[in-house]
């Protein structure tokens, strides 16, 4: 089946430095991918839509300059947390669509973010 | 509109004993219904999922009833197992290939032997 793949899915850093989070379709194409974020006992919630070969879709309310959003390929999106805080510490979520225009989405692992 | 509310948010089910979990939505432009697992520290997966043009779906001991008039629906776990315990999000999905998922606010189930 369709595997999405995260890394790293857990890392700790200072305040201040900037953290990669690389989100990658294994067996498919993905031209959308998600990024999500959960904080503990919460739900998710959507942060971009990231779209191959153009620029991130911000949800209202998310930093484009602090979560920035690369997605060079058709199997790789990466998001970076750009000078990191301790309130950015939480867990983050990508998704990507099995098929184009097709509604199931796989999620991958997650990263588990901790900003010291 | 965009939001899905979700009850109870904790569950906790003697093994074998059904698990029920509603939601409730609002934008009548949501076509796709699913149901997400998800154990702690994992991205969720994809349980179940319906479409508004049929009112039950069956796969295995998890159902999905569907209210479309009460835009209304719920998760059914029958013969519930501890190793059902986990967070369970509704979510849903319009039509667009634009569209974005938004997710229920979870509930976490126990299952106890």
């Known amino acids: 089946g369709a595997v999405v793949s995260q890394h790293p899915s857990r890392v700790i850093c200072k305040s201040g430095t900037s953290v990669k989070i690389e989100c990658r379709s294994l067996?498919?194409?993905?031209?959308?991918m998600f990024w999500y974020r959960q904080f503990p006992k919460q739900s998710l919630m959507l942060m971009a839509t990231?779209?191959?070969?153009?620029?991130?879709?911000?949800e209202q309310g998310v930093e484009k300059d602090k979560f920035l959003i690369n997605h060079a390929s058709l199997t790789l999106s990466t998001l970076t947390v750009t000078s990191a805080h301790p309130e950015d510490s939480s867990f983050y979520i990508c998704?990507?669509?099995?098929?184009?225009?097709?509604?199931?989405?796989?999620f991958g692992a997650g990263s588990r973010l901790t900003v010291l | 509109q965009q939001q899905v509310k979700q009850s109870p948010q904790s569950l906790i089910v003697q093994k074998g004993g059904i698990s029920i979990i509603n939601c409730a939505y609002e934008?009548?432009?949501?076509?796709?219904f699913p149901w997400y697992q998800q154990f702690p520290g994992k991205g969720p997966a994809l349980l179940i999922a319906?479409?508004?043009?049929?009112s039950e779906k069956k796969e295995g001991r998890f159902s999905i009833s569907f209210n479309k008039s009460a835009k209304q629906f719920s998760l059914h776990i029958m013969d519930s197992q501890p190793g059902d315990s986990a967070t369970y999000f509704c979510?849903?999905?319009?039509?667009?290939?634009?569209?974005?998922?938004?997710f229920g606010t979870g509930t976490r189930l126990q299952v106890f032997p």
């Open positions: 998704s990507a669509r099995v098929v184009a225009g097709a509604n199931v989405l796989t």
């Open positions: 067996d498919f194409q993905a031209t959308t």
């Open positions: 990231s779209n191959e070969g153009s620029k991130a879709t911000y």
């Open positions: 934008n009548t432009a949501f076509d796709y």
């Open positions: 319906i479409r508004p043009d049929v």
């Open positions: 979510a849903a999905l319009g039509s667009y290939n634009t569209d974005k998922l938004i």
